[in-house]
């Protein structure tokens, strides 16, 4: 059974006050704690932390204005360019891996090579069969062409 998240007080109430915040507006941490009624320091405080990591799961993008002083509340052009790039670079980097991974996995030496010279470019090389840069097959750009022997021994 999943665990159901328990929320204090404090961060129910700076998370209200968070939500209530129009786009592109901008608050500071003196503004904040006279809204909730507890002193709120800055963005290290716990219960600020949580109520900003629970809206940032609602879609409610929540960053610094002035460093330690005040923040703003994403407008949803910023949220629209910013969020997509960094979930597409992320969901690749997953995927490249997955398929490297499992490439690796696989008894075809070819499939192997190819998939370890991407890998190389993410992770340290995790394992590989070929033997010298003999057997690289021909189709490979010789650019990507390496001593796999040394390679090897690094490892």
């Known amino acids: 059974m ?12 700076i998370k209200s006050v968070l939500r209530t915040l129009p786009y592109g507006g901008v608050m500071t941490y003196a503004d904040l704690s006279r809204q909730v009624g507890f002193r709120v320091v800055g963005s290290t405080d716990y219960h600020y ?6 809206l940032i799961k609602e879609g409610v993008t ?3 204005a002035e460093e330690k002083v005040s923040f703003r509340r994403w407008t949803l052009d910023e949220m629209s360019e910013g ?12 995927k490249s891996r997955y ?3 499992a490439a690796l996995r696989s008894n075809d030496p070819r499939t ?8 190389a470019r993410v992770t340290p090389l995790v394992t590989m069969r070929a033997v010298s ?10 650019v990507e062409k390496l001593n796999v022997a040394e390679m090897a021994k690094r490892i």
């Open 49 to 54: 932390r949580s109520a900003v990591g629970s």
């Open 62 to 64: 929540i960053r610094a």
């Open 133 to 142: 840069n003999k057997d690289i097959p021909a189709d490979i750009p010789k």
């Open 83 to 94: 969020k997509p790039r960094v979930v597409a670079i992320r969901n690749q980097a997953r």
């Open 112 to 119: 192997q090579l190819k998939a370890s010279l991407t890998l």
């Open 2 to 13: 999943p665990k159901i998240q328990e929320i204090s007080e404090k961060t129910l109430a």
């Open 99 to 101: 398929e490297a991974t």
